[in-house]
């Protein structure tokens, strides 16, 4: 997230996808808890869904992440209850650090789809049908490109256009750019300044 | 229709409505520790941001601190981290550090106060729930999340909804043997730990008004514990005169112009709460808790309640909170066998805690029982100096107890002071959630100061009333 400029607004999204099949994947999978001690969420990509990725690596059968046609996704394709269990932001972190930048499902949990609009990352959710064509067209051609427009609320494959949905309030925190409280709070600007002087302990 | 502090301060800290109830907040002082603040810090590098006024931000490494003598002997490489990532940190940001490697370290819920930089008045911010405590000088003090000091650091402000105030006063007089603590448990216990919700809470009272400014600190210490976000008691002579002198404390003819703009924020007498609790300082009696959330409490001279007695859908849950506490419904706590005893912590670990601890102990020749590893630990190197001059740190150590180094130490096991196994702590601590003290099955029972000595000597849960009047002096004196 480094260099990010001024205009913090999120449209659309387009990249290619990942898929990872399975309801109920819970955070602690997504980001085990031993790695929270850490003084910085920086490196915490290498350590989404660790131990899935270490347990699949010993089966012979990689886990999504670490499948060469899935690199360099953007988006990705999950089932049920996404997300589901602690609160730990760094889950989303984690993801977010990894190179995804929106999430489409059939639900999430709902503090990890909160803290994820707190780092720019969209959770939208489409129907159960909607998510097994995604899914689809992503695994049978991984370099299918997809968009996700928020503006629209579709995702769009070629000529192929799905309805998608996302809460009224977020879906605009992400297009007017509102998402990020820093952003918000500063922009605010030497108003600040002002209303601080005013204050009888600061200028005393 | 008069307003109460929290309106007067929190109004004069709006800087706008961002969304409906959402305000943007000025933080006229914000606090920092390392546990709390090294991702914050990451994140403004990130952004390429700095810290907007690092004249206003102060931060002191306590939580994963050792308290050994050496402020840099680790047992834990995660722990040492943090502590030279708060360093690094403050040192490249250019804020204000109370730096261990100068002594000037502890608690910083203890040291912002002695330093005299917490006023009335003011909107104080800090990524700690125990920030509460400085609402004792009559300021709005509230915990914060690591994205929130982010964002304060970056901003000077951050988004805050306004919260309801529940009036909570305590009348006449408490009975000797009753401290701070146990107003603030049996607050807790008889308004709940979720009873607080949403609100702030204003302590008054006769019992309030006669508190010194450090009891008064225990009190607001606990409101989080109450489920309140912040607690605080209206300023007043005892506020102004702990005030006088201290470091960051005005001087001259800004004094005087401080302490009218301070007269001026307490609550209106015609003010309109949300609610007004009246409790009875007579009523209270020295407080134990026996479960793992601090409203499940009794007086130390009562049994826990039977399960019978509970609702239903509470008793499954209740069975299994005793169980692990190794505790019995229908029986007393007073009795329980200990094996560690705690006195310190933001709540319990000023110059007055250790002082009625040593009263009590001193001359009498007591000692701590010979199964029971009792830790002293200073709220801040200012205590402990003070302490020390005062001959307190002898009393302790002749009675047995480790006189440490500052820091948060056992109430939150995040450095080498840490439960083990199914240790049973008797703590003038804040929490007895599960795992708090560093043990996952670790045992907390929360209580007075003067009450945990009584529990050292004894060996066991004791009522420190009868105790300290009827035990025999035992020979040589201190």
Redesign the interface.
Known sequence: ??G?ANDTRIVRVTGRGITIHGDDIDTDQILPARYL??????GMEAHVFADARTAAKAQGQPHPLDQQRFSGGELLFVNRNFGCGSSR?HAPQGLRRFGIKAVIGESFGEIFAGNCV?VGMPCVVASAETMAALQRLNETDPQTRFTLDLAALTMTAGDQVFPVTLAEGRRRQFTEGSWD??S???A?GP??EE??AA????A? | MGQTLYEKVFN??V??E?APGQF?L?I?LHLLNEVSS??AF??LR??G?RV??PA?TFGSSDHSISTSGRTDDFADP?AA??VA?MGRNMGEFGLNYFDPAKGEHGIIHVVAPERGLT?P??VIACGDSHTSTHGAFGAIAFGIG??QV??VL??????MEKLKVRRVEVTGQLSPGVYAKDVALYVIHVLGAKGGVGFAYEFGGAVVDGFSMEQRMTLCNLAIEAGARCGYVNPDQTTYAYLGGRDHA?RGV?WD??VA?WDAVRSDPDAAYDDVVVLRGEDIAPMVTWGTSPDQSVPVGDAIPALAALPEAERAATGEVLNFMGMQAGMPVQGTRIDVAFLGSCTNGRVSDFEAVAEQLRGRGLRVAPHVRALAVPGSRRVREALIEKGIDQVLIEAGFEFRDAGCSLCCGMNADSLRGQQTCASSSNRNFRGRQGSPTGRTILMSPVMVAAAAIAGEVTDARQFFSTTEPQGATA
């Open positions: 997230m480094s990010r001690k850490a003084i910085t969420f920086r932001e707190a409280p820093t918000v709070l500063l605010a108003a600040i209303k601080l204050l009888p302990y600061i005393r | 004069r800290h800087l706008r961002v943007q000025l006229g090294p991702q990451e994140e990130e952004r941001l907007r006024h206003l995660m981290a943090q990532a006023q008045g003011m690591t994205s982010r964002d970056a901003s000077q402000t951050l988004l005005p800004a112009r401080a703009a």
